[in-house]
């Protein structure tokens, strides 16, 4: 394996891989099914090479043999993401040349240290290919089409720096000004977009809501795209109706994460989200770790085969099921831990929470976060729908009933009123900050 001719190639390996993969929503199940179930197999032969893997192999007493379809891999061990970065960076220290042509992507490290995740030039090739998949699934044309997107320089090694290719294609594929370590006014985005007028728009979520909070209170036409994607944080409903109703019907609600690539999309219109099964797997794991339909999401990329992610946990909560032998899911609840914590042990995960704020949509609220500040206190930071004739006393109210009894009535709610809520440092807008340890 030449890893300086897949570097060289990459763009036409991306091309390759995509040509291989079905660019409309799944129809043939028992085709996906049997692809998924050969991906399985190969990345399990491939994995036992590995001494990393392979310890896992004989901690759980099994063999490639015993790895044929989605739900063998409930016989692997888990693995997780601090697992994952010691591993990684274990590699990058010790074989500094081997990686010195592969890809390093970064996460942000909103939990701690950052992860640190590798990928070969063909890896790399085929999270880009997956991606493009997914849009050209919602009927987005690549190249022809005009993409406009937030630049993300943690994720790229040039630094932000385009290859030749993508110099010669940005009039199709262009950066906004707006970034993690730049950010911009929101009447600065809204002009780029309304002068760009793009067929496809995405950035974080917090973004596209601050920009559509703007236009709507400022009474500032907005272009609306024929698609458009909320990234890096999960999609609330008060978020998503002022989305819809100021950017349009095309909203196009993907799940991934850097370590693992997209891995399921919701496209316009739909009220589920299908997993991208002939890249990925999705088992689902009880809280007491038997196989479930709901609970914590545990992912395995499928084309991740020269340095695998096998059993990845990413302590997202999820509800599904499974057609045809494959994994369908009907809704995303956010992480694990982003919970507000009771004396007695106990803890409330946003998934509780967040059934009351669908309840809520209709008190005028575009955006909230919950901050715990100790165990008596919880901090509701609120925007306001520009166009609400509510008072905020009334807002007050309502929010205290609805949401006191959902928390035991154990708490204060203090209420925190803001034009818009400030993202956190890694570009990111948690739901729930909980400062108690």
């Known amino acids: 394996m030449s890893y300086a001719s ?26 996906i099914k049997a692809k998924q179930d050969k991906l399985i197999h ?27 379809c989605a739900e063998d891999l409930y016989k692997f061990p888990i693995l997780t993401k601090e697992e994952l970065r010691d591993w990684s960076d274990e590699e990058l220290a010790g074989n500094p040349e081997k990686y010195r042509l592969w890809h390093v992507n970064p996460t ?128 609330d409903t008060q978020s998503e109706h002022l989305l819809k109703e100021m950017l349009g ?29 002939d890249t990925h797997v999705v088992n689902i794991y009880a809280d007491d770790g038997t196989p479930a ?22 302590y997202d909560r999820m509800e599904s099921y499974r057609k045809d032998g494959l994994r369908f899911i009907t809704q995303l609840h956010g992480r694990m831990n982003d919970v507000i914590r009771h004396k007695d042990g106990s803890v409330t995960e946003w998934g509780n929470i967040e059934v009351v704020v669908n309840y809520a949509t209709n008190l005028d609220i575009v955006q909230s976060r919950f901050i715990q500040e100790d165990y008596e206190t919880i901090r509701v930071q609120l925007v306001q729908d520009p166009a609400s004739k509510l008072t905020r006393e009334e807002i007050e109210r309502r929010y205290t009933e609805l949401f006191a009894p959902a928390l035991n009535n154990e708490f204060r709610l203090e209420y925190e009123w803001m034009d818009e809520i400030p993202a956190d440092p890694n570009g990111k807008l948690r739901m729930i900050v909980c400062k108690v340890k």
């Open 6 to 31: 897949d570097r060289r190639m990459e763009n036409l390996l991306m091309v390759q891989i995509l040509a291989g993969l079905d660019k409309k929503p799944p129809r043939d199940l028992k085709k």
């Open 42 to 68: 190969q990345l399990m032969l491939r994995a036992y090479d590995i001494p990393f893997y392979r310890a896992r192999f004989e901690s759980s007493g099994t063999t490639p043999a015993d790895y044929h």
């Open 108 to 235: 942000s490290g909103s939990t701690g240290k950052p992860l640190r995740t590798l990928f070969s030039p063909r890896e790399n090739a085929a999270v880009h290919a997956n991606w493009l998949r997914v849009l050209m699934c919602a009927g987005y044309k690549p190249v022809i089409e005009k993409n406009l997107h937030r630049p993300n320089s943690l994720h790229t090694t040039t630094g932000g720096k385009k290859t030749l290719v993508q110099r010669l294609v940005d009039t199709r594929w262009k950066e906004m000004s707006d970034s993690i370590k730049q950010r911009v006014p929101s009447e600065q985005l809204v002009a780029e977009i309304n002068a760009y007028k793009p067929d496809f728009l995405y950035t974080h979520k917090n973004v596209l809501v601050r920009i559509s909070k703007y236009a709507k209170e400022n009474n500032v036409p907005l272009w609306q795209p024929k698609l458009y994607c909320p990234i890096s944080e999960m999609l």
């Open 249 to 277: 019907p095309g909203l196009l609600n993907a799940y991934g994460m850097s370590e693992v690539g997209a891995t399921a999309v919701c496209l316009p219109g739909s009220e589920e989200f299908y997993v991208n099964n």
């Open 293 to 314: 339909d709901s609970g914590m999401a545990v992912v395995t990329p499928l084309f991740k085969t020269d340095l695998p992610i096998i059993n990845y946990a990413t």
